[in-house]
Every structure is written in C-alpha cells, then in structure tokens.
C-alpha cells in the first residue's frame, strides 16, 4: 500500500515537472524586487563603455534588462573572496556571469537549468573526449573545438587572470569558477540575451549540426524547417507569451518541442527531459529521467533496474544522491507529444512517434546491437588493442554508429526523410562494405565467421545475404544482356 | 686696500675660507646627488641587484621597454621621483631595499623573489597613488592621450577625469598581480609551485622559512 502511494506521490510529481501544469504558461518573471537592482556604482560603466567598447553596451542598450535599469555590475558584481574576482575601476566584478548570477534574479530559470542535460555537456563526454580531441586533433582542438559547446572547466590562474585556454568560452556545459555549471550566453547571446534569438533554430544548431548531432540538416530538411523557413515573419518571436498554438503556429523551431509551452503544458529550461530516448550511442535505449532530491538530475536506462523513490543511488558525478522522482520515458514522450498536439491530431502524433521508434529500433537490431557485439567479443579476444582508433575498424565502427547511426536516428525523430534514409544508407554500406571486411582482416576467416554467424547469419535483417541469385537491375545487372533487348 | 674693508668685523679671514670651502662643497654634494641619484636610477645600476634582474625580465617585453617611439622609460623614471631632494629621498627609502637583498630573505632565488613580489606590488602601487602617479605624468600628458581608439582621449577627459594613472593602469610592465584586494595568497603560491614544478604546500614553507 504505501508503495503505490509513493508511485502514486512519485507520478503525480513527474507529472508537475513536466507539464507544470498548475503554473502559468508565460515564462517565469522575475519576483525579486526591483530595488535589488540597478546599482549606483553600475552606472558609471555605461558611461566609459560606450566609448571602450561600444558595440557590446550598444546591445545591453537595446535589450530587456537595460529597460528594466539592470545595469554592467548587476551581472557582474563579484565578493572580493570570488575565486575570479577582480578589481576593475574601482569595483570589484568577474568577467564570467555564470548561471548562478543570472539565477539571482531568474531563479526559475535556474532551477531548471541546474541538472539539466546542458550542464552535463562536459561529463557526457568525459571518457569519449581524450580518444576524439587527442587522437584526432591535440588539446587545442579540445579548447578551440569540443569545449566551446560542451563546455570548459574554467580556471583562474594565480595571478587573477583566467587561463587563455579555458576562456573565452560559452559551452552549455561549462564548468565555473563559482562550481556552477553551464553558461546562459550559450543560447541567449550577450550582451542583449534577446529572447527572439533564443528561440531561433540557430540558437540550438550553433552546436546542434555537423555528424556528431546533425540536427541543423535535420530540422531545415524537416516540414517544420520548411514552414518556419517561409514563415519566419510570423513566429512572433519576441513576445513575452510564447505559448506554441496560441502566440505562435506558423512552424515549431527546436525550442518549441523541447522546451517551449504549449497548451497548459509551461515551458521549462530543462532541455532534455522531453527526450525519451538516447540517441548518441551505440545502441539506443530509452530513458528514465532521475531527479534527486537537491534537484540534480540523470539519465538512467530502461535495461538499469528503476531507482524506488528515497533511493540512494549515484548521480552522474560519482557521488550519492536520494531519488526524488523518477520520469518515466513514456511521461517524456507524453509532454513532447502536447506540443504535437498544438497542430497535430492525436493519431497523426502516435503514428509520427511510431515510425520514430521503429527506425531507432531497427538501427538497434539490424546494426548497432550486433556491430557493438561483434567489437567487445574483438576486444575481450585482445584481437583489438584497447586504445581507441589505432586501427581501421574502430574507425569504421565509430562512423557507423556516430555519423551514419545519429543521423538516421535524428532524422527519424524530426521527420527529416531525406537524413534519415541517408543516414541509414551510411551505416549500411559501412557495415556491409568495411565492418564486416575489416572483421574479417582483424580476426582471420574462421573466428570472424564464428562471430557472424553468431550475431548477424539468424537475424531477419540479413537475410538478405542468403538469396545470392535475387536480380535487381539497380547496379546494372541485366542491364545489356540479350533478355533486356 | 684689503679685503677686509669691504665685509664686516666678524667675517675675518678664516671664516671667509670656510664660507667658501663649504659653499664649494656643498654645490659639489648637490652635483653628487645629481649625479648619484641619475646613476643609481639607470637599469644598469638596479639589475646589479640578481633579484632586481627578475623583476626586469618581463620589463624588457613591455612596451615601456620597446615602445614604437623610442622612447624608452628606465627603472628610475617610473620609480624615482622628480627633483633632487625627492630622487635623494626616494633613494634613500629605496635602501630598504638593499638592507633586505642584504640581511631579508633570498630575493635572487627566482621561487622565492616571485613569492614575494605581491607584496612588492602592492607597495609600488601605493606609492604611485600617493604620488598621484607623478612619474607617470613626467611623460603622459592626459589631454594629449591619442589612442588606437578613436574615444580614448574622450575616455580620458571625461570618464578618467578625476582619476590618477595607477587607478586603471596597473600590470603594464612587471608580473601580472590581480589587485589586494582580490589578492589570494593560496592561489598565487600554488601558481608558483605549478610553475618551478614544486611540490604542493612548499611554497608556504618557503615563505614561512624566510621570515
């Protein structure tokens, strides 16, 4: 009994995270008093900068908070025992705004952020991150590459500065020197942080485009690409209200589905936790959101056993945590559906998410399952060294499954027909063309064939090898001969 | 007719030789001063210090060292003030300075002297404040301040109006050192630990062994 009442306690909070469905659907104001702003000593940096640097007080001037009389220092005001505190003109300020200085005044905002996905950029890719940057580039293309989105860990040097090879930097995931994580101007480019070029696709495929996260091909190659690209005029985009359906209906842009308001449903700075699936690994499997009772949050797979409320499990930084709540991924698929909903009749959303689903399934089963099988049983046999990308197969392995196998999978998520067809046609012709040949070289002929037969020779989605004679002229066979004439 | 008739009774003759010999002597101890206080402000005469050696090290690639003008600033100009009574007085304040090379701790040790020169720091900026930054302004005229930007000069006339150089322009030519009071000892030691590849906490005990 008391276990169904905490499910029943556990749900009913899921559901107020992810619909809020008791709040307002207008972004969150700020409830501080407005005399907590607007700092005498502030005022005299306008003065000086719009000489100094004239271009970035020129966008603080055209933007909300110079309006609401937030002036340089509100942001930038630091305690003398700030570990990136400096003296600058007489005041003491830091350089970075972190999310925790936005959240003085934008707690909401804050609050969402803080154990998001975003502020997880730098762990997400903590073990990929030395094999990538170090084997394919060196630790410049860490600095100049990979941390700019996912972020930097900031580091003041001793003498005040902060180190040329950690900042300047905006990565969602970054690392401040006040041990919050994540940067505001990633998406809400400063100095003016317009919330009209937020909610711009452009905010998002900044990052969000290339093999690694093809999302910019994908969404302009989408039907909501399509009509926002013609309709741009109509998106109302700096409306305080951006309720998808009632502010706006021209297109949805990336904001719309996964973070925007629709219906009653609020919108919400927590970027992933509309996302039911992982869709940047090897395998894809689907997801339960963890939120921890401090309001850290993770992302545990369905195949990981279900963390009971008031569980002690680990967060994503090692150390423990007690559950809150635990989303299911069928409460996160519901709240992205909501948005759907907006435009789309109920069935038209189920079956767009269905076709969805089968492509990611079919890029388990067919080919992410067995290739991922097929290289652990390689490297358990020492027939791979463990370092990664010293030999042509991982390399083969890695543009499967991250180039071909993402964009397939994103381009079935966004309804972008054309990558996820292509997508799907990479991961093919790579697995069929060069894994399985290169297996073959790694293993010698009797293990390999050991391996694919038992991985790949019983699955349905091969069986196309075993009809050698079925014609199709596609590649030219009979095409020339005497029948065809 | 002697020279006595001329000067009054108690100017006798030995009293005029030693008017003449003092006054004599006293213009060459003030050409003296002149001279020493000139010598001892050269680059030349405050890097026969090692330690002072250091701190000039990052002088050389400052742009009071290599300006585009020629127009080179040594150690004295910005150091040792106008006039010979205040350059004597300075000089004399600055033998603190030997005293220390001589009896303090090991300035010439490079570990040692950078643990050390916040505080030095801190005290040449102090000394500029006191000054109103008058060795600055022996050269940098602030109605005349022409930058690469084109407000500059109004930044200067305006906005740094009632301001004295070392106000904004810190960190120009030594060691970069954030300001006191955003001066944090822990971090500054272990910055110069990492850099001579000490071992962490040493640099505390350095200092603590050199007091």
């Known amino acids: 009994m008391i276990r169904m009442v905490k499910i029943f306690l556990s749900s009913s909070l899921c559901f107020y995270l992810l619909f809020g469905v008791s709040q307002s659907v207008l972004a969150a104001k700020v409830t501080l008093d407005s005399s907590s702003w607007g700092l005498e000593e502030g005022k005299a940096c306008v003065d000086c900068h719009a000489k100094s640097s004239s271009g970035l007080t020129h966008q603080w001037k055209n933007s909300a908070h110079a309006q609401a009389n937030v002036n340089c220092l509100d942001c930038h005001q630091a305690y003398e025992d700030d570990a990136d505190s400096m003296e600058h003109e007489g005041s003491i300020i830091a350089t970075i705004v972190s999310p925790k200085d936005c959240g003085r005044c934008h707690e909401t905002e804050l609050k969402q952020q803080q154990g998001s996905v975003h502020t997880k950029a730098v762990d997400i890719i903590k073990n990929r991150m030395p094999a990538l940057a170090e084997h394919f580039g060196s630790l410049s293309i860490n600095d100049a590459g990979c941390a700019k989105c996912h972020g930097s860990e900031v580091k003041v040097k001793g003498d005040g500065t902060l180190d040329s090879t950690t900042w300047p930097n905006s990565g969602i995931g970054r690392i401040n020197p006040d041990g919050s994580k994540g940067s505001c101007s990633a998406c809400h480019g400063r100095h003016q942080f317009s919330k009209a070029q937020a909610r711009e696709p452009a905010a998002c495929t900044f990052c969000h485009s290339g093999p690694d996260s093809p999302d910019k091909a994908v969404y302009e190659t989408s039907k909501h690409g399509m009509m926002y690209e013609a309709h741009k005029s109509e998106m109302n985009m700096g409306s305080d209200s951006w309720v998808a359906g009632k502010d706006y209906s021209a297109a949805p842009t990336c904001v719309s589905c996964h973070m925007g308001a629709a219906g009653k449903m609020k919108s919400t700075h927590d970027v992933g936790m509309r996302d039911s699936w992982n869709l940047n690994e090897g395998v894809s499997t689907q997801q339960y959101l963890v939120i921890f009772e401090d309001g850290e949050k993770r992302e545990l797979s369905t195949s990981d056993p279900v963390p009971r409320r008031g569980e002690s499990i680990n967060k994503m930084d090692g150390s423990m945590g007690k559950v809150k709540a635990v989303a299911f991924p069928k409460r996160r698929r519901g709240a992205m559906t909501k948005v759907c909903l907006e435009c789309h009749s109920k069935n038209f959303a189920k079956n767009a998410m269905l076709q969805f689903d089968n492509v990611v399934e079919l890029y388990n089963e067919k080919y992410g399952k067995p290739a991922q099988a097929i290289m652990q049983a390689l490297y358990s046999e020492n027939l791979l060294t463990p370092l990664p990308f010293d030999e042509p197969l991982e390399i083969t392995y890695w543009k499967l499954w991250h180039s071909g196998g993402t964009r397939a999978r994103h381009g079935a998520a966004m309804a972008s027909p054309s990558n996820t067809w292509e997508g799907m046609a990479e991961v093919g012709s790579l697995f069929y063309g060069k894994f399985l040949t290169q297996v073959r070289e790694v293993a010698g002929a009797e293990k390999a064939e050991k391996l694919i037969k038992q991985h790949i020779n019983g699955s349905e989605h091969h069986e196309w090898l075993n009809n050698p004679n079925k014609a199709n002229p596609i590649l030219g066979y009979g095409k020339g001969s005497t029948n065809e004439n | ?211």
């Open chain 2, 1 to 211: 007719m002697k020279i006595n008739d001329f000067l009054p009774d108690f100017i006798t003759r030995h009293v005029l030789f030693a008017l003449i010999f003092g006054g004599v002597c006293g213009i060459g101890f003030i050409l003296f001063l002149i001279e020493f206080d000139h010598y001892t402000s050269t680059e030349e005469f405050c890097t026969s210090c090692h330690s002072m050696e250091l701190a000039a090290e990052p002088y050389r690639q400052s742009t009071h060292y290599n300006p585009q003008s020629g127009v080179r600033a040594s150690c004295g100009d910005c150091h040792v003030s106008e006039g010979v009574l205040s350059a004597t007085w300075d000089h004399f304040m600055g033998s603190k300075d030997l005293y220390k090379q001589l009896f303090g701790p090991d300035y010439d040790d490079p570990v040692v002297n950078a643990l050390h020169l916040p505080e030095a720091a801190f005290d040449a900026r102090k000394w500029f404040k006191k000054r109103n930054s008058a060795t600055c302004k022996k050269c940098h005229v602030k109605d005349a301040i022409n930058g690469y930007r084109p407000d500059t000069l109004q930044i200067h006339q305006e906005d740094a109006k009632d301001k004295t150089c070392i106000e904004c322009h810190y960190n120009l030519v030594h060691r970069k050192i954030p300001d006191e009071k955003t001066f944090k000892r822990d971090k500054w030691n272990a910055m110069i630990e990492e850099e001579f590849g000490l071992e962490k906490g040493s640099a505390k005990k350095i200092l603590e062994q050199q007091d």
